[in-house]
């Protein structure tokens, strides 16, 4: 089967699409945290936002494979979210949703590249899967952060480190502002359960 004739073809352009606005809408999302001075949470949802950017390359790499001179049109018709309003706490769960429902739809996509014999694309499609629920796990520990005051207040000490400056304070609560550099709190990095690590590094300047 060619892939222009098939479903997966179509749904290849659908999770393009889905992908395209998920960036949009969490890069609304960073604005907010960034506007009301989270900017460490602004940091670590900008990671999401260069994944989903990523994915919607690899997904258009995969329609542009289908040896087609020129892709002109694409007749898809799917609903997409438009849930979130400008509440920073309840579009992080809302986002955690989005995400849970993308993977819903990943998975109804492989059994359709599955049966129409393309393992390519049964691979990317399992591999975004995998990350949306990811997200999805990501953006439920910021919202129950959030929601329950615990950003930045944690009933142990902890080690608060502010990434401007590099200065390190241990206790239960992040400072108003950084002692050295006078970044406000929202600069400090939260704690995240280990398996969001990654998304607390920066970015390369290079």
Known sequence: MKLKESKTYENLARAFA???????RYEFIEYGARYNGYKAVAEIIDKVVFQEFNHARM?????????????????????????EKWDLVENLKLASEDEKDDAK?????IKTAEKEGFKDIVK???????IELHHAKLFA????????????KKEKAVKWVCPDCGRVIIGTEAPEECPL???????FEIILPAEFASYQTRRSRT
């Open 18 to 24: 889905g992908e395209c606005q998920a960036r949009t």
């Open 59 to 83: 997904i258009y790499t995969a329609l542009q494979g289908s040896n087609e001179p020129q892709i002109d049109n694409i007749q898809i018709a799917a609903g997409f979210p438009f849930k």
């Open 105 to 109: 739809f990943y998975a109804e996509a």
């Open 124 to 130: 990317l499609f399992s591999e975004i899967k995998e």
């Open 141 to 152: 520990e910021l919202h129950k952060q959030m929601q329950s005051k615990t950003l930045y």
């Open 181 to 187: 550099c006078k970044a406000k709190q929202g600069t």
